[in-house]
């Protein structure tokens, strides 16, 4: 369970203009209420939002600005996953993840889509604050309890976009390149380009073998 050190004060939530602008995507209200507190106490971080389901992020950063997403993986509506596969590949979106419970094997493919930070619950809240830091700095982070369950996996053959990756993931998912086109918020032919681009990369000549050498290539 997220824990906030004492010394808070509520009189400092508020809105700042100058403050990173934060949305909380996690299925919990403790959470919610632990992270408010915590960047209560930074005149750096505002958070604006706090939401319980992946399905309503879409909305959200349609009518506000969104400057960082802190993201659990566990979500009752949809896999994490998909969240940040439209997240950063529609929106090109700074996500951290702060989770407890989900697997690391998500966790693991979720740096992959282009996750910026990963941080367990039962971190301190410094290194939530230092996660935060990192991804807005375009840096990577990694807690030191997280890199130890992380360090098992291996990195793929080969690095592509996020926007590839983001493209993948959804044609693994099954999705049609209409589907895609909508997820991503992108033109058709912009998908049928990017297809080619990763059959040129993935070393294949149809679209059906993209899957499969992804998969063995450990992009997916």
Excluded at 8 to 37: E, F, K, S
Excluded at 47 to 52: N, P
Excluded at 73 to 98: C, F, S, Y
Aim: hydrophobic share 50%.
């Amino acid at each position: 369970m997220l824990e906030v050190e004492a010394g808070i004060n509520m009189d400092r939530i508020g809105d700042m203009p100058d403050a990173a602008r934060v949305l909380v995507v996690d299925n919990h209200a403790v959470t919610h209420l632990g992270l408010r507190l915590l960047f209560a106490a930074d005149l750096r971080y505002q958070v604006i939002g706090c939401l319980q389901r992946g399905m309503l992020v879409g909305a959200f950063l349609a009518s506000e600005a969104v400057d960082l997403i802190i993201l659990d993986l566990q979500l009752p509506d949809t896999r994490g996953v998909n969240v940040v596969a439209e997240l950063i590949g529609a929106h090109d979106m700074t996500v951290v993840i702060l989770t407890g419970a989900a697997s690391f094997a998500e966790v693991d493919y979720a740096m992959r889509l282009g996750v910026r930070a990963v941080v367990s619950k039962a971190d301190a809240t410094r290194e939530i604050l230092a996660a935060c830091d990192a991804a807005l700095s375009g840096d990577t982070y990694i807690s030191s309890a997280m890199k130890t369950s992380l360090s098992g996996f291996s990195p793929p053959a080969i690095t592509l976009s996020a926007r590839q990756m983001a493209i993948l993931h959804f044609l693994a998912e099954g999705a049609s390149n209409k589907e895609i086109s909508g997820r991503l918020a992108i033109a058709a032919p912009t998908v049928s380009f990017h297809l080619s681009e990763l059959m040129r990369r993935l070393e294949v000549r149809s679209d059906s073998a993209i899957i499969p050498r992804a998969r063995e290539w450990n992009l997916l």
